[in-house]
């Protein structure tokens, strides 16, 4: 039984199709610049080829996808109709949806509904079901989105101390984000600790980075809010801010909200802290010639993620393991070395040698066998994740 996984962006399409009776990778591959000139389709299937193509929109770029899937040369299925559902990474839920959920006209009415909640996210996502839905009739729809996992936190962790009337009808609240990523670590850690109740710091690091507090396998407060904006030092997003800084910024530079808005998503992080980039390996690399502002915000990154498990330890009421993931949690070891330097009193006997060359892409314990809370690498697989619900719903 194939799976397609869909995630649609602004501009782009990344997709794999997954045979799901050993959840093999059949093909992937991604659309790019989408609406724009220069559209390109990059597949990786038998073989990997690159089909330049016009793209105006998001159906187009859906049927260039399901022509490679089944192209005679470098397709893999026969025909369309082997594609049995699809799976739709969809930013946000909202307080609409607390799980994935097959899609029908009054589903997609109602994500449609939540597009203020993500502006940016959301329109793409939608033409990537509304592309699906018409070149492939035959086959199911599945919602699957980024909050859903975040939404067993209790309500005095995802409120925000504003007047209750407009959370209620705004819905301005703290709703976390990767929750698929999440909940694969949180499945994963079930697996290594061979038990049902545990208490999980759950790294999630990237170029947009998120922590969250796990017990027995649902999250009890995550690190991302309303946005990706809000907590860990990130690529290009600057993270928890003292609100009152958006003022003074758009008083001093004459930015208006949008503008600041864009400032603290893509002018800020480590990318406006170093002045290089936004690239871990372009940063570790600065620091090794003893760049001053590399290593700032290196530091500040670490430093953000060290101050959230300590609070979310707290929140657990102790920890059993501290699990790193993403493309920095699994291989960038001068990170994973600043956050555990100093979390000794929680129990943590960090192994820094091990760290400092762990195997890639396997799961590897980076705690000493006297460490009372253990320490992972896991690799993520969020659209494993996302195959598996639209199975589960199909």
């Given at each position: 039984?194939?799976?397609?996984?869909?995630?649609?962006?602004?501009?782009?399409?990344?997709?794999?199709?997954?045979?799901?009776?050993?959840?093999?990778?059949?093909?992937?591959?991604?659309?790019?610049?989408?609406?724009?000139?220069?559209?390109?389709?990059?597949?990786?299937?038998?073989?990997?080829?690159?089909?330049?193509?016009?793209?105006?929109?998001?159906?187009?770029?859906?049927?260039?996808?399901?022509?490679?899937?089944?192209?005679?040369?470098?397709?893999?299925?026969?025909?369309m109709t082997d594609i049995t559902?699809?799976?739709?990474?969809?930013?946000?839920?909202?307080?609409?949806?607390?799980?994935?959920?097959?899609?029908?006209?009054?589903?997609?009415?109602?994500?449609?509904?939540?597009?203020?909640?993500?502006?940016?996210?959301?329109?793409?996502?939608?033409?990537?079901?509304?592309?699906?839905?018409?070149?492939?009739?035959?086959?199911?729809?599945?919602?699957?989105?980024?909050?859903?996992?975040?939404?067993?936190?209790?309500?005095?962790?995802?409120?925000?101390?504003?007047?209750?009337?407009?959370?209620?009808?705004?819905?301005?609240?703290?709703?976390?984000?990767?929750?698929?990523?999440?909940?694969?670590?949180?499945?994963?850690?079930?697996?290594?600790?061979?038990?049902?109740?545990?208490?999980?710091?759950?790294?999630?690091?990237?170029?947009?980075?998120?922590?969250?507090?796990?017990?027995?396998?649902?999250?009890?407060?995550?690190?991302?809010?309303?946005?990706?904006?809000?907590?860990?030092?990130?690529?290009?997003?600057?993270?928890?801010?003292?609100?009152?800084?958006?003022?003074?910024?758009?008083?001093?530079?004459?930015?208006?909200?949008?503008?600041?808005?864009?400032?603290?998503?893509?002018?800020?992080?480590?990318l406006g802290v170093s002045g290089?980039?936004?690239?871990?390996?372009?940063?570790?690399?600065?620091?090794?010639?003893?760049?001053?502002?590399?290593?700032?915000?290196?530091?500040?990154?670490?430093?953000?993620?060290?101050?959230?498990?300590?609070?979310?330890?707290?929140?657990?009421?102790?920890?059993?393991?501290?699990?790193?993931?993403?493309?920095?949690?699994?291989?960038?070891?001068?990170?994973?070395?600043?956050?555990?330097?100093?979390?000794?009193?929680?129990?943590?006997?960090?192994?820094?040698?091990?760290?400092?060359?762990?195997?890639?892409?396997?799961?590897?314990?980076?705690?000493?066998?006297?460490?009372?809370?253990?320490?992972?690498?896991?690799?993520?697989?969020?659209?494993?994740?996302?195959?598996?619900?639209?199975?589960?719903?199909?």
């Amino acid at each position: 039984m194939e799976i397609l996984v869909v995630n649609a962006g602004s501009s782009s399409l990344k997709y794999q199709l997954i045979e799901m009776k050993n959840e093999s990778v059949l093909a992937k591959g991604v659309c790019e610049r989408i609406g724009q000139e220069h559209s390109v389709l990059v597949h990786k299937g038998i073989k990997e080829v690159r089909i330049e193509a016009p793209m105006p929109t998001h159906s187009e770029a859906i049927k260039l996808v399901l022509d490679a899937l089944v192209h005679k040369d470098y397709g893999v299925i026969k025909s369309m109709t082997d594609i049995t559902a699809v799976g739709h990474r969809v930013l946000h839920g909202g307080e609409d949806f607390k799980e994935s959920v097959k899609i029908d006209d009054e589903v997609l009415k109602r994500i449609e509904s939540n597009i203020d909640l993500g502006p940016l996210h959301m329109p793409p996502n939608i033409m990537g079901i509304k592309a699906c839905r018409e070149a492939m009739p035959h086959a199911s729809q599945v919602a699957v989105f980024d909050t859903t996992f975040h939404s067993t936190m209790p309500d005095y962790a995802y409120m925000y101390a504003i007047p209750y009337d407009d959370y209620k009808k705004y819905k301005i609240r703290k709703y976390g984000f990767h929750g698929t990523s999440h909940l694969f670590i949180a499945g994963e850690v079930k697996k290594l600790l061979k038990k049902d109740s545990f208490k999980a710091v759950i790294c999630h690091l990237g170029n947009g980075a998120s922590v969250s507090a796990v017990k027995d396998g649902k999250c009890i407060d995550t690190s991302m809010g309303l946005t990706p904006l809000e907590g860990l030092v990130m690529g290009t997003r600057s993270g928890d801010i003292d609100p009152a800084v958006i003022e003074y910024l758009m008083d001093k530079k004459g930015m208006d909200i949008h503008e600041a808005t864009n400032y603290l998503n893509k002018k800020s992080g480590v990318l406006g802290v170093s002045g290089i980039g936004s690239d871990f390996r372009d940063l570790t690399a600065a620091l090794a010639k003893g760049d001053e502002r590399a290593r700032l915000a290196v530091d500040m990154f670490s430093y953000r993620v060290k101050k959230y498990i300590g609070a979310y330890s707290a929140a657990l009421g102790g920890l059993d393991c501290v699990v790193f993931t993403g493309g920095i949690g699994e291989h960038t070891p001068e990170v994973r070395e600043r956050v555990m330097r100093g979390l000794e009193y929680l129990g943590i006997d960090f192994d820094f040698e091990a760290n400092k060359n762990p195997e890639r892409g396997s799961c590897t314990k980076l705690s000493k066998n006297s460490s009372k809370v253990g320490v992972y690498i896991v690799p993520t697989n969020e659209e494993l994740v996302i195959a598996r619900e639209t199975l589960r719903l199909k």
